[in-house]
């Protein structure tokens, strides 16, 4: 009795080694394509004239339990520099009563204690609350500096709070809106970019793997041959 022949197993259009290969190429360009895009509608907005680029004084600012020492007779500054400032709760806040393109915003202030936590809030066009779900925490940039990434976005107004725990002495010298960076700060990943970048590849190209071997596999396949 003739053996019967078995259809052979479908070979898979790619090897794991290429798709992994080609999952990293593919991170890449999209990040490429991301950077250019942004760097377009900046540019754009930039001139429009819709872009602001400048610091904005103490002076002219809105603040709301956070005040200047010279503002209290009863309070004594560290030293007789004229820009220090005290939050009077644990919930003090800085407003910039603006609108524009925003990418970063950088805050200029030196804590003499723990801040606790440095965060901004931001209003996109018809609202009017700050909300939780559009805030944005500082990192440190230098010496009495916290800067924010905004990534791109048109807001009508900032809140910044400066602390999260009150009665902090705080040099305060304004905030920059769009601080001046080299270009290629764009294209380069942050902590969270980076992990996203060298993992997220990796975990499609192990899922696209399975999903080819599964359905490349012969109905046949691990049957046991006829005995003549």
């Given at each position: 009795m003739a053996q019967r022949i078995l259809p052979q197993r479908r070979r898979?259009?790619?090897?794991?080694?290429?798709?992994?290969?080609?999952?990293?190429?593919?991170?890449?360009?999209?990040?490429?394509?991301?950077g250019l895009v942004g760097s377009a509608v900046m540019l754009n907005y930039k001139w429009q004239g819709k872009?602001?680029?400048?610091?904005?004084?103490?002076?002219?600012l809105v603040t709301?339990?956070?005040?200047?020492?010279?503002?209290?007779?009863?309070w004594t500054p560290p030293d007789d520099d004229p820009a220090w400032y005290l939050s009077t709760d644990n919930d003090p806040h800085i407003?910039?009563?603006?609108?524009?393109?925003?990418?970063?915003?950088?805050?200029?202030?030196?804590?003499?204690?723990p801040p606790g936590g440095v965060a901004l809030y931001y209003l996109l066009p018809g609202q009017t609350d700050y909300?939780?779900?559009?805030?944005?925490?500082?990192?440190?940039?230098?010496?009495?500096?916290?800067?924010?990434?905004?990534?791109?976005?048109?807001v009508?107004?900032?809140r910044i709070d400066p602390d999260s725990v009150g009665g902090v002495p705080t040099l305060f010298h304004g905030i920059e809106l769009n601080p001046a960076t080299p270009w290629y700060d764009r294209f380069l990943p942050s902590g969270g970019a980076w992990l996203l970048l060298l993992f997220g590849p990796?975990?499609?190209?192990?899922?696209?793997?399975?999903?080819?071997s599964l359905f490349g596999k012969s109905p046949e396949?691990?049957?046991?041959?006829p005995q003549e």
């Amino acid at each position: 009795m003739a053996q019967r022949i078995l259809p052979q197993r479908r070979r898979p259009l790619f090897r794991p080694q290429q798709i992994l290969l080609l999952a990293y190429l593919l991170a890449v360009v999209l990040w490429l394509v991301r950077g250019l895009v942004g760097s377009a509608v900046m540019l754009n907005y930039k001139w429009q004239g819709k872009m602001p680029q400048q610091t904005v004084a103490p002076e002219e600012l809105v603040t709301e339990s956070f005040a200047p020492y010279s503002s209290n007779q009863w309070w004594t500054p560290p030293d007789d520099d004229p820009a220090w400032y005290l939050s009077t709760d644990n919930d003090p806040h800085i407003y910039w009563q603006g609108q524009g393109y925003l990418e970063t915003v950088r805050l200029y202030a030196g804590h003499q204690l723990p801040p606790g936590g440095v965060a901004l809030y931001y209003l996109l066009p018809g609202q009017t609350d700050y909300t939780e779900a559009q805030k944005v925490y500082a990192t440190v940039s230098g010496p009495g500096e916290y800067t924010f990434v905004l990534g791109g976005k048109w807001v009508t107004g900032l809140r910044i709070d400066p602390d999260s725990v009150g009665g902090v002495p705080t040099l305060f010298h304004g905030i920059e809106l769009n601080p001046a960076t080299p270009w290629y700060d764009r294209f380069l990943p942050s902590g969270g970019a980076w992990l996203l970048l060298l993992f997220g590849p990796a975990l499609v190209a192990a899922a696209v793997s399975l999903v080819g071997s599964l359905f490349g596999k012969s109905p046949e396949d691990g049957e046991e041959p006829p005995q003549e």
